[in-house]
């Protein structure tokens, strides 16, 4: 039972080129999320997924675009990368889509954009 | 709209000492608390929540918290600390009204224990 997942690990990117990065779950939960990591500023919700085939908007969603694959994937991508998209950036999941679930996280994937 | 506020950045503790980790938040309705903890290079994990009922959370390894409603605090302590407990705190609340399932998080504390 591996949890959850993410790919790369690290990446490196220059300023407009493009990515997706993966996520995949082994929990048989229904809701995904990405969140963004920052100095000084704690994480921050991207896009969220209550259950496959849809997706919301979270806090930070602009410059990013996402895709529930199917109940295990949830991958986001960014279009053209800009500088201000370095970050550390982690997904999640949980059973369902309720405030007093427990969310699983990933190792968290560290983009830097030149 | 809810915010976190976790009031120190780092918190240095000798090891086999107390430690208490501040937060506080704001909220125009209830809310549920969290208290989560990353390890270096790893992510987040839960330490424990409340929902309900007693005030007092027990967690894991050894870490509680208590819900304080009238001062809008949820502070997170541990009576005698380990090296291993050296990582980064994050503080977190959700909206029940919601039922989004979106956590609203802190800046987070680094504990820092010294032998």
């Known amino acids: 039972n591996a949890g959850v997942t993410q790919t790369p690990k690290f990446q490196v990117l220059k300023t407009g080129q493009s990515m997706t990065l993966q996520c995949a779950q082994d929990m048989n939960h229904n809701s995904m999320y990405w969140y963004r990591q920052d100095p000084g500023m704690g994480l921050r919700l991207i896009y969220y997924?209550?259950?496959?085939?849809?997706?919301d908007k979270g806090e930070v969603p602009n410059g990013y675009n996402v895709s529930r694959l199917n109940k295990r994937e949830f991958s986001l991508r960014l279009e053209s990368a800009a500088p201000s998209q370095t970050s550390v950036y982690f997904c999640?999941?949980?059973?369902?889509?309720?405030?007093?679930?427990?969310?699983?996280f990933g190792p968290g994937t560290r983009l830097t954009v030149l | 709209a809810q915010s976190v506020t976790q009031l120190d950045s780092q918190v240095p503790v000798f090891e086999e000492a107390p430690v208490e980790l501040r937060c506080n938040y704001s909220s125009s309705v209830s809310v549920y608390l969290f208290w989560y903890v990353q390890y270096p290079n790893q992510g987040l994990q839960l330490l424990l929540k409340?929902?309900?009922?007693?005030?007092l959370v027990k967690g894991i390894n050894g870490f509680e918290a208590e819900f304080n409603k009238s001062q809008t605090s949820f502070h997170l302590r541990k009576p005698s600390v380990h090296i291993s407990d050296t990582a980064e705190y994050f503080c977190?609340?959700?909206?029940?009204?919601?039922?989004?399932?979106?956590?609203?998080f802190g800046q987070g504390t680094t504990l820092q224990v010294k032998p």
């Open positions: 409340y929902l309900s009922g007693s005030t």
């Open positions: 999640a999941s949980s059973p369902l889509l309720g405030t007093t679930d427990t969310q699983y």
């Open positions: 997924s209550a259950s496959e085939g849809t997706t």
């Open positions: 977190a609340v959700s909206d029940p009204s919601g039922n989004t399932g979106k956590l609203i």
